[in-house]
């Protein structure tokens, strides 16, 4: 069973534009953790947030957490071709469950 | 850098028969993770060790499926008989249970069942 939901499934933008990326889920947990996939590849962690945090930053990712509300944003800034791929949210109590997605096509 | 090893990369096998994927984690990392993931769709949690004992397998199929981790170092993930729903990336993933809580993933094995 899966623990997050990301919304939306798909985004498309042009490059340059910020894409948001939401997560909800379910139980407590411990942290929560982004990750990226390329097609056909495996997961790549990106950024972590512990449920005592409000608000992360790693290069041109921002990550927030509510924890009364059971949800994370994913924020890519000035986003790049690169930045295609599928982006999970896994929430981490112990064990790591994964949401279905978003598929981010960002066009040059 | 150390990376998680997985093989074979790609299986073709007929419905029936039986497939086994291998997985090497990082050197002293003592928690293993299968995931199961369906195209277009997030990965789903089959199995997770603790050294080499099971800590999770509550979704994995256990009328067809196993996995082991004898020494606590590398995993084997075993399905017989394969069936047309196992299609499916099958990722291996790693973490130490000191310090970083990332998960550090294989590039992952590929089955498709024809």
């Known amino acids: 069973s899966q623990q997050g939901e990301e919304d939306p499934q798909a985004l498309s933008i042009q490059e340059g534009e910020n894409a948001t990326m939401n997560c909800s889920y379910k139980?407590?947990?411990?942290?929560l953790q982004w990750y990226r996939q390329n097609s056909g590849r495996g997961l790549v962690h990106l950024i972590l947030?512990?449920?005592?945090?409000r608000e992360k930053h790693s290069g041109r990712l921002r990550v927030t957490l509510d924890t009364s509300k059971k949800s994370s944003s994913l924020l890519i800034t000035a986003s790049r071709a690169a930045d295609t791929a599928s982006y999970f949210c896994a929430t981490d109590d112990n064990d790591m469950r994964f949401g279905a997605g978003t598929r981010l096509t960002v066009k040059p | 850098e150390a990376e998680v090893a997985q093989s074979p990369r790609y299986k073709i096998t007929e419905k029936s028969q039986a497939v086994a994927f291998w997985c090497d984690p990082i050197?002293?990392?003592?928690?293993l993770y299968w995931y199961r993931q369906i195209l277009g769709q997030g990965p789903e949690l089959l199995v997770q060790f603790q050294d080499e004992s099971v800590v999770d397998d509550s979704q994995l199929p256990k009328d067809r499926f196993s996995a082991e981790r004898l020494k606590g170092v590398d995993s084997t993930l075993k399905i017989q008989p394969a069936e047309l729903g196992d299609s499916a990336m099958y990722l291996c993933a790693s973490r130490s249970t000191s310090g970083r809580a990332e998960l550090f993933f294989g590039e992952g094995s590929r089955l498709t069942v024809l």
């Open positions: 050197s002293g990392h003592a928690t």
């Open positions: 947030i512990r449920s005592n945090e």
């Open positions: 139980t407590s947990i411990n942290n």
